[in-house]
């Protein structure tokens, strides 16, 4: 306790405590998952289209797509997005 008090009156300043980075799963030195630093937009165009067009084509009908959908999600988990 006192410590903290007599810090008040010293002559050096403590330093801040370092502020953590947030996690960006686009950053390869954070995310050895996605070497190229794809974005999500970017990531698994194979899944992402198969996806898009089972939607386009079927709506949102109760598992039609559900397959193509997980699919999807475990390639952008793959790649350390968090999904």
Sequence with gaps: MFQSIS??????????????EKYDPTNPKMNP?????????CACPETKSARDACF?????????CAELLQKHVECMRGLGFNI
Excluded: H
């Excluded at 810090?7 to 953590?20: E, G, I, V």
């Excluded at 386009?56 to 039609?64: C, F, W, Y």
């Design 33 to 41: 998952l996605n070497p190229q630093g794809l974005k999500p937009c």
């Design 56 to 64: 386009l084509q079927n709506g949102s009908e109760e598992g039609k």
């Design 7 to 20: 810090s008040w009156w010293s002559s050096t300043p403590t330093p801040a405590p370092a502020l953590k």
